[in-house]
């Protein structure tokens, strides 16, 4: 009986972490349509090879476009590298062509919260590598049950 409790309170608290990463995600990107343009500098632009092994051995890869820019809000400097909110994990042709498209040393308009400028991301509409609600959903569910 014990152990019953200890399990639905894990499943619960891991579906409920799953769905509270998903909802914060999603949170940030409907904020971020608000938040204010300004052109910014790119400082930095290149590409990280990231490898990982499935569960079967297989080898894969992804890349991680590293942009770094720079912008001015009220005449005080700000430095970032977020792209998207979610992970920034791509396709080596997707993350080729972000760094080609913000190469070092040309302006991009990112976009800053007004509330907290050092806050800010290059592609505030994308929903590239957001956390899905169906994990969350599943297990609390099986929590539940």
Do not use: C
């Amino acid at each position: 009986m014990v152990l019953n409790i200890i399990i639905i309170i894990g499943l619960l608290f891991l579906g409920g972490f799953f769905l509270n990463r998903a909802i914060t995600i999603r949170r940030s990107i409907n904020a971020a349509k608000q938040w204010t343009p300004v052109t910014a500098k790119i400082i930095e632009s290149n590409i990280e090879e990231d490898n990982t092994r499935t569960a079967t051995g297989k080898a894969e890869y992804s890349y991680i476009p590293h942009i770094t820019y720079e912008y001015n809000v009220s005449g005080k400097t700000f430095k970032n590298g977020r792209i998207i909110f979610g992970r920034p994990y791509f396709d080596f042709l997707t993350a080729q062509g972000l760094r080609d498209r913000y190469p070092e040393g040309a302006e991009a308009e990112i976009y800053y919260d007004p509330q907290k400028p050092e806050q800010s991301v290059l592609l505030p509409k994308s929903t590239v590598g957001i956390v899905s609600w169906v994990p969350g959903i599943f297990i609390t569910l099986v929590g539940v049950v």
